[in-house]
């Protein structure tokens, strides 16, 4: 905190603030004489009074001196910068970051967080001179800086400011960060950034501006009070690319930001049809609702979920697009020892009819572009874990075949981040029997089972295996056997959690297993297949699906002229596209507005449905509070003016105006107090 | 009466005056058959009271009606009028040189000037003292027009003098009083209460009709707004420097407790007191002694 004085040539004045105690004293020492008859009776007053008087006569003085300091200072014109300031007559560079994301579209009643940071970033701006220079950054997912580099023109920035428009856009606080600091690089003078936002706590914990020393930083938050809201945060279709025929559940998770419990009924529109479910989402709780649907056919279409608007319904609305698949396709990789039993499974996936195997070699398991509905791994070794731990991350159920020989543990905890302790190095054993080891159904009651349950399609189980891995369920991940031979060793495990894995050990070669050739083997095949897709949010995370202020790529086929292609948004009107040559002919939109469904189109045919969905971080309007909002580690301003009498000083005279007056109202009230005392 | 003009006795108090007359009803001893009733018993038409005769007496003063009826020897006696002494006490220390257009000496001095006067014009004697640590000087009684003219010189003469004394003053003038009287002090009593009536002691056991006129100027009785200045004492010299307004409060607090003292003291002892404002007309001062 300091002060600047701009009338500081009169500071000689200063000298009269002596005069109160001046007159104090030498009114005492040379008062005028009066002849008197008697000053007994005086003196008699003056021994009553004197205890009174003497700290009455030092009060007004203090009251005096001060009165008359005030008034000095007063015209002393004093500048107060609170807060680092004093550089009054120094250029000033200053970066505004507008929070434009999405949970800036809060509306308290009267007027958004929006609005109010536009007002706030306005009355900041307001606040440089002519000689001071200034940029303002609309940060959303990508911000943007109105000038590229720091300019004077104040006024078309807050033109800019005024002509701005919400986005439905997360917030990258990093990125706006940065471009700030690139924008303020090499100015000479002060340097600060203002940042004017909610301070949303999902968007803004856990950043650490890491600024130069010689920038200032400045946070003003416009979220007041409670900010209650329900959502949609997520719309899922398990499974992913449903075959025709098979019925999906639809899953739709709605969230309460608030204290209170919220009774809501979501509505899910299918093409033309519609059903809706209530429910009650508990305070600061989560719900999920679910639908069934069948798929009757394999053509795409879109699904729309939503709850009844409420103060900030950018997020009671979502959409989902379903790409039913033709076939299944597995993808099937063999090593070594593993090649029959992935012939086996190619046989089994070939007798199906909706499931295709295509053999997968490790350079197409290396390639991120390969997409595969399942992935059956046969005596695979571990190599290129990571890869097939993508896959297992996207939601593609992974069935492993380990071979002989290898440390199991090690590979299933990095598969699966389930740590195991004790026999992390224990290398798996082959063992056989001649009598052959007998299988069973472990889990009767999981889905895979439940066509056998009436025994129309026979026992899975049947058929014997003279030879397996000698594995125990302790070197395997946390999980459940779905299938175990007698003695208790596992045949087939499904790891628990959220990666789709399971754990083969039913050897399907010729000459040690029977149970490729039995009947049910393909049912059985067919029923793990289909029901290993469900239940996983990685499958459902495979679904495709954009956020507001990212681009969308399509790259059309050959049977499309590229000058043909559109892109139209939600509202029907058409989203800039760009060519990239470089990438064979890609188009790239520009950055996405609003959510919902956009739709690649060459000429009247729909060539491709994308979803743009609302970005569920931007749901949850809680800001963060004022300590945590200080711990990014700036000064925490209430407004933009707060900021503008930091950076342009407070004008002290009108409070010293006030001052003085309020002493000379004290100084006469103290004289007059003594004379109706 | 006087062909001089004087100062303190005009031609306007005169004719002023010539509906006054100055006859206090106070018992006194007088040489001269006068208007004033005397305690002396004597040959009178005023009747008095009975007493028993003893060997001695006159027997012309024998009520023989008495004796016829009762037997006894009974004597009438009869109160004489005489004329009356009256001494005036004027108070001539510094203090009462105080007051901004008349000062306390000079109204004090117009109405011991027409009360001499009026006493000398109702045929009775009047004696002044003025005093201030002592007594200055003593005009004994006397009732003709040389005696006032006499006394008017001097009050023209008069000045303030020294500090107030008024207690002493009474003690040195008791001796110099040889008939009682009417004493009346015109004084501003800046002097102890308790002590002034300890030296109207004597007087009123004499029997003296004691009258008090305490002069005091408006400034005195409610501090004037002067703001912060040094008083200094007349009598003393001494200085005390204070703002009017912070005192006022405690002066008017002190002067009344003191005018309060000499009237409860003066109530008691039957003694007159009359508090004398200098901005009133001193005229107003002669009815005080009539009631």
């Known amino acids: 905190m300091s002060v600047l004085f701009l009338n500081a040539v009169l500071w000689p004045l200063a000298i009269l603030v002596a005069v109160p105690l001046i007159v104090h004293l030498f009114a005492r020492a040379r008062p005028p004489i009066v002849d008197f008859s008697s000053v007994e009776f005086i003196l008699r007053a003056l021994r009553f009074t004197q205890r009174v008087r003497k700290p009455k006569d030092w009060l007004l003085l203090v009251l005096r001196t001060a009165a008359v300091a005030a008034v000095i200072l007063l015209f002393l014109r004093p500048m107060l910068f609170s807060h680092g300031g004093g550089g009054l007559f120094e250029r000033r560079n200053v970066v505004v970051i507008l929070d434009a994301s999405a949970s800036m579209g809060w509306s308290d009643g009267s007027q958004t967080r929006f609005a109010v940071a536009c007002a706030e970033a306005s009355e900041i701006l307001a606040g440089l001179s002519s000689r001071d220079a200034a940029d303002v950054i609309l940060a959303g997912v990508e911000p943007h800086a109105v000038f590229p580099a720091l300019g004077g023109n104040i006024g078309y920035l807050q033109g800019e400011i005024r002509r701005a428009r919400l986005t439905s856009e997360g917030l990258d606080p990093g990125a706006a960060l940065r471009l700030a600091v690139r924008l303020l690089n090499g100015a000479e003078g002060r340097k600060e950034i203002c940042i004017v936002s909610d301070f949303q706590a999902s968007n803004w914990r856990g950043v650490k501006p890491r600024l130069p020393r010689d920038i200032g930083l400045t946070c003003v938050g416009t979220a007041r009070g409670e900010s209650p809201n329900t959502a949609i945060l997520r719309v899922e279709v398990d499974p992913a690319r449903p075959l025709p025929g098979e019925e999906v559940t639809i899953l739709c998770d709605v969230a309460n930001f608030s204290g209170t419990p919220q009774r809501k009924t979501v509505v899910l529109a299918v093409e033309s049809a519609r059903s809706s479910r209530e429910t009650v989402i508990p305070p600061w709780g989560r719900a999920t609702v679910l639908f069934k649907q069948r798929i009757d056919s394999s053509a795409p279409f879109t699904l729309n979920a939503a709850l009844a608007e409420d103060g900030f319904p950018g997020d009671d609305r979502r959409w989902a697009t379903v790409d039913p698949a033709d076939v299944l396709r597995i993808g099937v990789l063999s090593f070594g020892k593993g090649g029959e039993t992935a012939a086996a499974w190619s046989r089994g996936c070939r007798a199906l009819g909706w499931a295709r195997a295509e053999p997968l070699t490790l350079e197409a398991l290396a390639n991120p572009e390969t997409r595969r509905d399942v992935l059956m791994l046969s005596g695979w070794d571990g190599t290129e874990p990571d890869r097939v731990r993508g896959f297992l991350e996207r939601g593609v159920p992974v069935v492993w075949y380990p071979p002989v020989g290898m440390p199991l543990s090690r590979v299933m905890t990095v598969l699966t981040n389930a740590a195991r302790s004790g026999d992390a190095g224990t290398q798996t054993v082959w063992e056989e029997d001649p009598e052959g080891f007998q299988l069973k159904v472990a889990a009767p009651d999981h889905p895979v089972f439940r066509a056998f349950s009436a025994g129309e399609y026979g026992d899975p189980a049947r058929g014997r295996v003279r030879g397996r891995l000698a594995v125990a369920a302790s070197q395997l991940p946390p999980g459940e056997p779905l299938m175990a031979y007698t003695d208790g060793t596992p045949a087939l495990w499904k790891c628990r959690g959220d990666l789709p894995l399971l754990f083969w050990n039913i050897p399907l070669d010729k000459g040690i297993s029977s149970v490729q050739n039995q009947g049910e083997f393909v049912p059985f095949l067919g029923e793990l297949l289909l029901e290993t897709r469900r239940g996983t949010s990685g499958a459902v995370r495979s679904a495709r699906e954009s956020l507001p202020g990212q681009t969308l790529t399509w790259r059309p086929g050959l049977e499309v002229r590229t000058d043909e292609v559109r892109l139209k948004g939600p509202d029907g009107a058409e989203v800039p596209l760009r060519l990239l040559e470089a990438t064979g002919g890609t188009l790239v939109s520009d950055s996405l507005g609003r959510p919902g469904i956009y739709e690649w189109t060459a000429g009247e045919r729909v060539m491709c449905r994308e979803v743009v969905n609302f970005p569920s971080a931007e749901s949850d309007l809680r800001p963060m509070s004022g300590t945590e909002i200080k711990g990014l580690g700036g000064l925490t301003a209430v407004s933009g003016r707060d900021v503008r009498e930091w950076q342009a000083g407070i004008p002290l005279w009108p409070r010293l105006l006030w001052i003085a007056l309020a002493l000379l109202l004290c100084e006469g009230a103290v004289v007059a107090s003594g004379r109706f005392a | ?291």
């Open chain 2, 1 to 291: 009466m006087t062909q001089r003009r004087f100062q303190y006795l005009r031609p306007e108090d005169i004719r002023s005056l010539a509906g006054f007359e100055f006859a206090p009803k106070a018992v006194v001893e007088g040489y001269f058959a006068g208007r004033h009733v005397s305690r002396s018993r004597g040959s009178s038409i005023e009747f008095r009271d009975y007493r028993q005769y003893v060997p001695g007496d006159d027997l012309a003063l024998v009520d023989w009606r008495v004796y016829g009826r009762t037997d006894r020897f009974y004597l009438r006696t009869y109160d004489h009028e005489t004329s009356m002494d009256c001494h005036l006490f004027l108070d001539s220390s510094a203090s009462m040189g105080f007051g901004r257009d008349l000062s306390k000496l000079e109204y004090a001095s117009f109405f011991t000037a027409c009360l001499a006067y009026l006493v000398i014009r109702g045929g009775d004697r009047v004696s002044l003292q003025p005093f201030d640590k002592t007594i200055r000087t003593f005009i004994p009684p006397g009732s003709t027009g040389a005696h006032l003219n006499g006394l008017l010189n001097l009050l023209e003469r008069n000045r303030p003098g020294e500090r107030t004394s008024l207690a002493e003053s009474l003690r040195h003038s008791f001796p110099l009083l040889k008939r009682r009287g009417i004493l009346i002090v015109v004084s501003d009593f800046f002097d102890d209460p308790a002590a002034i009536f300890t030296a109207l002691g004597p007087y009123l056991h004499r029997g003296f009709k004691v009258f008090l006129f305490h002069v005091l100027t408006p400034a005195e009785l409610e501090l004037e707004d002067k703001g912060l200045v040094a008083f200094r004492d007349l009598e003393t010299g001494r200085r005390v420097t204070a703002h009017t307004d912070d005192v006022r409060e405690g002066y008017r607090h002190a002067i009344g407790r003191h005018i309060d003292a000499l009237r409860d003291l003066a109530q008691r002892r039957n003694v007159d007191y009359t508090v004398a404002r200098t901005d009133t007309h001193f005229h107003q001062l002669f009815e005080r002694l009539v009631q």
